[in-house]
T-cell receptor
């Protein structure tokens, strides 16, 4: 199963953009890139996903490198409520059982 | 739309005791997942059901953990007997189907287990 690598933690100021990187150098052509986040004392929640093209939704943007070996989750204006652990995950329908493997994620700290 | 429900929210037991967790997925979701999340780590998939059949249980410690999903809706996860290292948050998630790699999983709030 392809793995992802993320920084352990990042810090941002409130109202500023945040770029959360993820490396996935062994990604396969059928892997989708998913991002989830986990607020304190809650279960993870879906943020965004993509395959090759950049994606935007109301929560964030996902920028995918041309070679797909890395991606960046962009929060356009960080708020205190965005303080969470962000997980970058690869999901491949061809993996028997369709496994979802979470790494340790990036803990985002947002300063007021 | 109601989310994924789990109970209890917290449980404290002594080692060698038994414990069971319950999960009610979002209505209509065919796929149900149980994850174990140890403090400071990401969730680890224990078992995945498609309707009432097991799709993947490769990381489930079958000597002490068991799970079932009767009638393809609710699910229970049991630990018998519990060990100290089972202290963790147990998360249940569901999705409409699993064999679609862009499918979104919806997580419940989790059950926090402490084994003394």
């Amino acid at each position: 199963d392809a793995k992802t690598t993320q920084p352990n933690s990042m810090e941002s100021n409130e109202e500023e953009p945040v770029h959360l990187p993820c490396n996935h150098s062994t990604i396969s052509g059928t892997d989708y890139i998913h991002w989830y986040r986990q607020l304190p004392s809650q279960g993870p929640e879906y943020v965004i996903h993509g395959l090759t093209s950049n994606v935007n939704n109301r929560m964030a943007s996902l920028a995918i490198a041309e070679d797909r070996k890395s991606s960046t989750l962009i929060l356009h204006r960080a708020t205190l409520r965005d303080a969470a652990v962000y997980y970058c995950i690869l999901r491949d329908v061809n993996t028997g059982g369709f496994k979802t493997i979470f790494g340790a994620g990036t803990r985002l700290f947002v300063k007021a | 739309e109601a989310g994924v429900a789990q109970s209890p929210r917290y449980k404290i037991i002594e080692k060698r005791q038994s414990v069971a967790f319950w999960c009610n997925p979002i209505s209509g979701h065919a796929t149900l997942y149980w994850y174990q999340q140890i403090l400071g780590q990401g969730p680890k998939l224990l078992i995945q059901f498609q309707n009432n059949g097991v799709v993947d249980d490769s990381q489930l410690p079958k000597d002490r953990f068991s799970a079932e999903r009767l009638k393809g809706v609710d699910s229970t996860l049991k630990i018998q007997p519990a060990k100290l290292e089972d202290s963790a948050v147990y998360l249940c998630a569901s999705s409409l189907v699993s064999a679609v790699s862009q499918e979104t999983q919806y997580f419940g709030p989790g059950t926090r287990l402490l084994v003394l």
